[in-house]
């Protein structure tokens, strides 16, 4: 079986997704055992990379980070076996203005590297009008899947390899109200909090193993009232090595880790009030829950047992998906 990108990529895969021959394809690599990092440039745009967890420049702009796994309420579950997740956001460039950044990243259980596990991330942008193509996400998924693939016989990672997907959801649940939440915010919040908040709506991401989970709620007039978050992985790793991304309880945060977030939606920064911490199999390391409130709403008057209520439920759902141990309570957890 011929490869590209020294063994990243299986040779015709990589020129599926091109159209072209893989020829051009550029490699690119930095350090190694126990903290590895590889890329693959295919194109101008597309992007395969490989990075360890463990690695303590994770969080930088780098060829071999991510910057995705983001979004506002968090990542699309990728489903079909993997624990990963899309996301998709215009990033306003391009010819017409909606140029939209697009990743699939998915982590691999791999014990011999440092942090445990490794996240195989394919990138490209793609000029649309409205949503990404479906053809487009289940392609980039297609070279996700298999760059993971090569990269878990490598690295000996252990645990079951998910599918090729053949179908990406478009993006996260709309809005409903509160009487029908879907996705990570059903159950989360009662309808005797809901009137003490003021929220109407909720939002969130749909149920599986994204790495990035959240749900929102929102006033009658679609102003944000709260952001419950759930970060697993490098998704947590970033925000914990990044104060300014994910503060301690009462600094501002952003409502979008990782991109320049406060000129999205309007939204300002969010004030963390709230924090929880669980420890996860499967190479995610120390996952973390928070609570969050914009400025304007920081000092609601909701009791601190509400919040605490609120977050506890939406921790345990997550840490229930995603194999942890019961969330622990405005705890530090040691680097997983």
């Known amino acids: ?72 309420q968090g990542s699309v579950p990728l ?3 993997w624990l990963g997740g899309y996301d998709s956001f215009n990033s306003g460039v391009g010819p017409s203005g909606d140029r ?21 991330a394919a990138r490209d942008s793609v000029d649309t009008h409205g949503e990404v193509p479906g053809v487009f996400r289940t392609k980039l998924a297609g070279l996700a899947a298999d760059a993971a693939r090569h990269t878990a016989a490598r690295w000996h990672c252990r645990g079951g390899l998910g599918r090729t997907p053949s179908g990406i959801p478009a993006a996260e649940p709309p809005p409903t109200d509160l009487a029908h939440t879907a996705g990570v915010c059903r159950g989360v919040i009662t309808p005797s ?30 102003g944000l009232v709260l952001s419950l978050r ?49 420890r996860c199999g499967r190479g995610q390391g120390t996952a973390h829950y928070t609570l969050g409130l914009p400025g304007s709403y920081s000092k609601a008057p909701v009791s601190d047992t509400h919040w605490a209520q609120m977050l506890r439920t939406f921790a345990q759902k997550s840490a229930t998906r995603h194999s942890c141990s019961p969330p622990a309570e405005l705890s530090k957890v040691g680097e997983p």
Request: with cysteine; charged share 20%; net charge neutral.
């Open 1 to 72: 079986m011929a490869t590209v990108c020294d063994g990243l990529l299986t040779k015709a895969v990589a020129e599926a997704y091109t159209g072209t021959s893989s020829a051009g394809a550029r490699p690119g690599s930095a350090g190694g055992t126990p903290a590895p990092r590889q890329w693959c440039m295919l194109s101008q745009t597309a992007l395969v990379s490989v990075t360890a967890a463990g690695r303590k420049e994770f969080h930088r702009t780098d060829p071999g980070d991510v910057w995705g796994f983001s979004g506002a």
């Open 79 to 81: 489903g079909h076996g």
């Open 100 to 120: 939209f950044r697009t990743e699939v990243a998915v982590l691999l259980d791999c014990p011999r590297v440092a942090g445990g596990g490794l996240l195989v």
């Open 193 to 222: 909090l809901a009137e003490v908040t003021g929220a109407v709506q909720a939002q969130g991401s749909a149920s599986g193993l994204a790495l990035s989970e959240g749900c929102v709620l929102k006033d009658a007039k679609g």
């Open 230 to 278: 759930a970060r697993h992985g490098p998704a947590a790793s970033v925000a914990r090595k990044a104060p300014a991304r994910f503060p301690e309880p009462g600094r501002t945060e952003s409502p979008f880790p990782g991109l320049d977030a406060d000129r999205q939606d309007g939204f300002a920064g969010l004030q963390t009030v709230l924090w929880m911490s669980s």
